[in-house]
């Protein structure tokens, strides 16, 4: 069963804008993780920020953060001031505690930043 | 403070043979785990070590098998290569043992070709 949800493959934003990025999951686990990797065409996947299940606040991790609505089961990446370097594509993940340990990935969404 | 390590960055090999690739974590990271990005199928969990013991496998065949060392290091290996192998193989360190609460740091990844 898909546990975690991206809708939109690709999405256009311009330089110096906001742009959220949609991502949906589905556990019955109390206890979990939420992550957000963005991976450049290099490869690597770099982590951008975490929230966790029993957080109160949404996380903040410089231009990023997470509008994290729990019983929506959302977990929405902002990005703030876009920059040309944002272009790449970005996962939404989540671990849960009593399930298997592996982090399951949504399929990803194509962010390009246009100038 | 070094990243995640993956050795070899790229690597093709012949359908019947084996790959062993290699992956570093961050020091004092005591989980490893890996991951194959395919276009077709995204990120799929392989497996997931924590040390030295496997603690999660993910729905592959017993061609993927993996190990850890006693200093964290993990290396997987993939014996009877076949065409659909050819992927981009991730591996993630995270600091301790519960799971739904830690960040996993990726390395830049194997590519890995297979003719």
């Known amino acids: 069963a898909q546990k975690i949800t991206q809708t939109q493959p690709g999405m256009f934003v311009q330089e110096k804008e906001a742009v959220t990025l949609d991502c949906t999951y589905d556990?019955?686990?109390?206890?979990?993780?939420l992550f957000w990797y963005k991976q450049p065409s290099s490869g690597e996947m770099i982590f951008l920020i975490y929230?966790?299940?029993?957080?109160?606040q949404n996380a903040t991790e410089g231009r990023y953060s997470l509008n994290f609505q729990k019983a929506r089961k959302s977990a929405n990446l902002v990005i703030s001031a876009s920059q040309l370097g944002d272009s790449a594509m970005y996962f939404c993940a989540m671990r849960e505690a009593h399930n298997n340990n592996d982090m399951r990935f949504g399929a990803g969404t194509r962010l390009t930043v246009k100038p | 403070k070094a990243g995640v390590t993956q050795t070899p960055r790229y690597l093709i090999k012949t359908r019947g043979q084996q790959v062993t690739l290699s992956c570093s974590p961050i020091?004092?990271?005591?989980?490893v785990s890996w991951y194959q990005q395919t276009p077709g199928q995204g990120l799929q969990f392989l497996f997931e070590y924590f040390s030295e013991t496997q603690r999660n496998k993910g729905n592959f065949p017993g061609r993927f098998s993996g190990r850890q060392f006693s200093n964290s290091r993990s290396e997987m290996n993939v014996s009877t290569l076949e065409l659909g192998d050819s992927a981009l193989y991730l591996c993630?360190?995270?600091?301790?043992?519960?799971?739904?609460?830690?960040?996993?740091?990726f390395g830049q990844g194997t590519r890995l070709t297979v003719v």
């Open positions: 993630a360190s995270s600091r301790t043992g519960e799971i739904a609460n830690t960040e996993a740091f």
């Open positions: 020091s004092g990271h005591r989980s």
């Open positions: 556990t019955s686990d109390p206890s979990y993780g």
């Open positions: 929230q966790g299940s029993y957080d109160q």
